[in-house]
């Protein structure tokens, strides 16, 4: 019980997708992260607002978590919660929220398959993603600064990266209140 208490008031000893980094260069604020090939449980939404979007599909993935899958089993939270972000066509066309849980280690071969039909379990490929994290409550506004700050960083580098979908992530419980923990992800352009 004081475990459940501490995870979701400080956002401690919540397991993460493991990664590797790569090697930092002098000036560089950004990491370069190979994320492995991992399950995560995700739900998709379309929508005009970010934080909309990632508190409606946060909602669902708790439940699911909370033993609202077909094995009945209840599943330990993680983090980041991330959120895959489809822009859409133009300013005024809803883009697309692809909001996911990571599948804690002792599930990752066997994940507990959803009883929501709105949810379900991603496989995701290895994968190369430059990172920019930040500190704070973070909102719409302040991920979209940050994206950007991100892609003039890799601008800067003359680095190949994915324009779109990119992701946002998040560590904290809304409990917590100092050191939080916030990013952005720009996927790493595949060579041809």
């Given at each position: 019980m004081l475990?459940?208490?501490?995870?979701a008031l400080f956002s401690t000893g919540l397991q993460n997708p493991k990664y590797t980094e790569g090697e930092k260069k002098e000036g560089q604020d950004y990491e370069i992260r190979t994320y492995l090939a991992t399950n995560w449980?995700?739900?998709?939404?379309?929508g005009m607002e970010w934080d909309a979007a990632l508190s409606a599909?946060?909602?669902k993935l708790f439940k699911y978590i909370q033993g609202n899958?077909?094995?009945k089993v209840k599943v330990e939270m993680t983090a980041p919660v991330s959120c895959r972000v489809d822009p859409g066509a133009g300013p005024a066309c809803e883009s697309r929220f692809t909001v996911s849980f990571y599948i804690p280690e002792e599930h990752q071969d066997a994940p507990p398959q959803?009883?929501?039909?709105?949810?379900?379990?991603e496989h995701r490929k290895e994968f190369i993603a430059y990172v920019r994290t930040y500190g704070g409550f973070?909102?719409?506004?302040?991920?979209?600064?940050?994206?950007?700050?991100?892609i003039e960083s890799l601008k800067?580098?003359?680095?190949q990266y994915v324009d779109h979908p990119f992701y946002v992530a998040g560590y904290d419980s809304p409990f917590k209140l100092t050191h939080r923990r916030n990013e952005v992800w720009i996927l790493k352009k595949e060579q041809e």
């Open positions: 475990k459940a208490v501490g995870q449980v995700s739900t998709t939404l379309s599909g946060f909602r899958n077909q094995n959803p009883s929501d039909p709105d949810l379900f379990v973070s909102n719409e506004k302040i991920k979209r600064e940050e994206l950007l700050k991100l800067r580098d003359a680095v």
